[in-house]
């Protein structure tokens, strides 16, 4: 749980990363997507090898992004909800909503990274 809550905070800071980039040359709502589908890439290979210490399969890849189809919609409606609806700063949002996906994030992608596959030998 400790490796995740790590790989949460750097996947965390690279998606916001993202989203402050993207965010002047986009909506708000399309920078915060793109953000999204940029930092779960980097997160499937940081979880796959360094929180469950499995090997990356493409399986695995294209298996992943279901894991954060929980964590998309309760974040993108939280995202929607606290900018339109509690009027939040569209820059702070995707922080405050992300906090709420984290417990079914960690559960589902346990549940696919680490299933019948032997551990990696890297770590």
Do not use: C, Q
């Amino acid at each position: 749980m400790g490796r995740f809550a790590l790989v949460g905070g750097v996947n965390t800071a690279t998606f916001y990363g993202f989203y402050l980039a993207l965010h002047p040359l986009m909506p708000y709502f399309a920078a915060y997507s793109v953000a999204f589908v940029l930092s779960m890439i980097g997160s499937f290979f940081l979880n796959t090898y360094f929180t469950y210490r499995t090997r990356p399969t493409w399986k695995k890849f294209f298996l992943f992004p279901l894991t954060n189809v929980t964590n998309y919609v309760v974040t993108s409606i939280g995202v929607y909800v606290f900018v339109e609806w509690v009027g939040m700063n569209d820059k702070i949002a995707p922080l405050v909503a992300a906090a709420a996906a984290i417990p079914f994030t960690y559960i589902l992608s346990r549940r696919i990274l680490t299933k019948d596959t032997p551990p990696a030998t890297a770590y």
